[in-house]
């Protein structure tokens, strides 16, 4: 094994210890050594996730693939799809980032989406039915997670602001909510009841009707496997990565907002706004660089990952609030 010396910023991601792993390492001193070696070991040798057979067909591959926008590109090598779709985060399926066939059990089908709080009319839709409406396009997007690894993923799906023009919200609406499902019988983790299942990510309607807010339907030019939060997932890539919600079930529009998932596990790891600036530091490590998930090539983190020219006129960037 080649082993060469990194500057102090070039963390492994055995490092930058994948937040699950930290609160699961908290929670069980013991347990969490195993789970930290299991991190280190990293996701390259692992079954193809191609190889995983889905609990249910999904029936919208013949949308795919969309045309591609080509607005949102970027100046990066693709990931491919066999590191993608293996290394993963999705904290309902456990810790590690080797999920996929966990998360494969997952029956994306049927998917009833619920729309409501401040809205002219509350209301469910069946996931194809919100398919079959929305103008589905493919963007190339950057994707940062705060962990300090990054990938370029070709999404598809439509923008968030089409959800919310359908939603028709009030005018008294400040914030948007969305929630993952919560199914402790098919995602472990969801046992461990001391979590704030269900996983809850909320966007202010600046940000949820900004061009970039982007809900996920697609990757790869197919539908996307449940791994990566399928049915539809949020991409907000001037984010860190957990702000993209994954394998949601209801957006509900609110005055005031009530915390999110990461908020109620760590406040002081995790904050609401989460914009990516490079000088601004984690509690425990620097968000100084990135690195490429697959290639592990190291980049210059940029502010709001590269995304100023949409996002920048949302935030005052001399408050620090907004990047944390
Ligand atoms: N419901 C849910 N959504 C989630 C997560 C999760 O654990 N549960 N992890 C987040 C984090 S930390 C990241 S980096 C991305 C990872 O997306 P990927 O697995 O498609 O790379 O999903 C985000 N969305
Ligand atoms: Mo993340």
């Known amino acids: 094994m080649l082993i ?50 889905p609990a249910v067909p999904d029936p919208s591959g013949d949308l795919y693939p969309v045309a591609r926008n080509t607005a949102y590109t970027v100046m990066r090598d693709m990931t491919p799809f066999s590191v993608s779709s293996r290394i993963n985060n999705f904290f309902e399926f456990g810790s590690s980032k080797n999920i996929a066939h966990k998360a494969a059990k997952l029956p994306v089908r049927p998917w009833e989406i619920s729309i409501g709080g401040l ?47 359908l939603a028709r919200p009030l005018g008294a609406a400040k914030f948007l909510v969305m929630k993952t499902f919560l199914n402790p019988e098919l995602a472990p983790t969801q046992r461990q009841d001391w979590y704030p299942w269900p996983y809850t990510d909320i966007l202010t309607m600046d940000e949820a009707t900004n061009e970039l807010a982007f809900l996920v339907t697609g990757v790869y030019g197919r539908p996307a496997p449940a791994q990566f939060g399928a049915p539809l997932r949020l991409a907000v890539p001037w984010k860190y990565g957990f702000k993209s919600i994954k394998s949601i079930v209801s957006f509900a529009f609110v005055e005031k907002r009530p915390d999110t998932f990461w908020e109620v596990v760590d406040s002081r790891e995790y904050g609401f706004w989460a914009n990516v600036n490079p000088d601004v530091p984690h509690r425990r490590w620097s968000q100084e660089m990135e690195w490429m998930l697959g290639t592990r090539e190291l980049f210059p983190t940029r502010i709001y990952n590269g995304y100023g020219p949409e996002v920048a006129h949302l935030y005052d960037a001399d408050d620090p609030k907004y990047f944390f």
């Open 4 to 53: 060469r010396r990194q500057p102090r910023w070039a963390l492994p991601e055995a490092m930058a210890t994948p937040e699950a792993v930290y609160l699961d390492r908290r929670r069980f001193v013991a347990g969490g050594a195993a789970a930290l070696a299991a991190a280190a070991l990293g996701g390259c040798d692992r079954p193809g996730a191609q190889d995983i057979v």
């Open 119 to 165: 809205v002219e009319e509350e209301r469910t839709i069946a996931i194809d039915e919100l398919l079959a409406k929305m103008p589905l396009e493919e963007r190339v997007y950057r994707h940062r997670c705060v962990e300090t690894w990054a990938m370029v993923v070709p999404w598809s799906g439509f923008p968030l602001k089409a959800l919310v023009d």
